[in-house]
């Protein structure tokens, strides 16, 4: 069974601050993960995605096989970086399409 | 292209009441995807159809949540009766799979169901 979980629902931060929200999954195969990003009145979409191993909006995030991890990382937090962040899973083997969502981490920046 | 659209935006209804949400695809994707998202359970997967047929119905939580797609560019998820444990923000969301294609999903803008 495919999981992941986002410890915290709510994280506050300092502006200029370093920022990481953490994502542990777990499966049994091959993962692919992604960050999506929920901005206040904006659609839900895609932030990173591990594969791509890019920087997006200063944010990096690095898949860690041995810990099971994804975390969401960026060095020093902007206040339009607040937003909820949702980490999520799919198998590279089998339904690829199927994404499984943690529960979230509202993430607020503070002036 | 307007991306994923979603009708309508807000819906108050009593207790009991059909619901019945809408949802129009990016054309040519060929994935649709049918999410609920509360604060307590987060971002749940309900349904998924591919071109057209549904493919993993698991996460409906009952048998009064029922989801079509009679066509490539249109699906339904209808709540009937609707409770009040019903509420929550439904989203859609559309994907492409084909060669080149990244596996990302497309939302849209949700929308939020108050049952009464």
């Known amino acids: 069974a495919q999981r992941v979980t986002q410890p915290e629902k709510l994280l506050s931060v300092f502006k200029g601050a370093p920022v990481e929200l953490k994502c542990n999954y777990s499966y049994s195969g091959s993962p692919e993960l992604f960050w999506y990003v929920q901005y206040s009145r904006q659609r839900l979409q895609l932030l990173l995605r591990h594969i791509s191993r890019e920087s997006i909006k200063g944010f990096t995030a690095d898949l860690n096989k041995g810990e099971t991890s994804f975390h969401l990382k960026k060095p020093f937090a902007q206040e339009e970086d607040s937003a909820m962040y949702y980490c999520a899973l799919s198998g590279l083997s089998g339904c690829r399409e199927k994404l499984t969502f943690g529960t979230g981490t509202r993430l607020t920046i503070i002036p | 292209d307007a991306g994923v659209i979603q009708s309508p935006r807000h819906e108050v209804t009593e207790m009991g009441q059909e619901v019945t949400l809408r949802c129009k695809p990016i054309s040519g994707h060929d994935y649709l995807f049918w999410y609920r998202q509360t604060m307590m359970r987060g971002l749940e997967l309900l349904i998924y159809?591919?071109?057209?047929?549904?493919?993993?119905d698991s996460g409906m939580p009952e048998d009064r949540f029922s989801a079509k797609m009679p066509n490539a560019s249109f699906s339904t998820l209808k709540i009937q009766p609707s409770e009040p444990r019903d509420s929550a923000v439904y989203f859609c969301a559309s994907s492409f799979r084909g060669i080149g294609a990244k596996n990302i999903q497309y939302f849209g803008a949700g929308t939020r169901l108050s049952v009464l």
């Open positions: 159809f591919n071109n057209n047929v549904p493919i993993d």
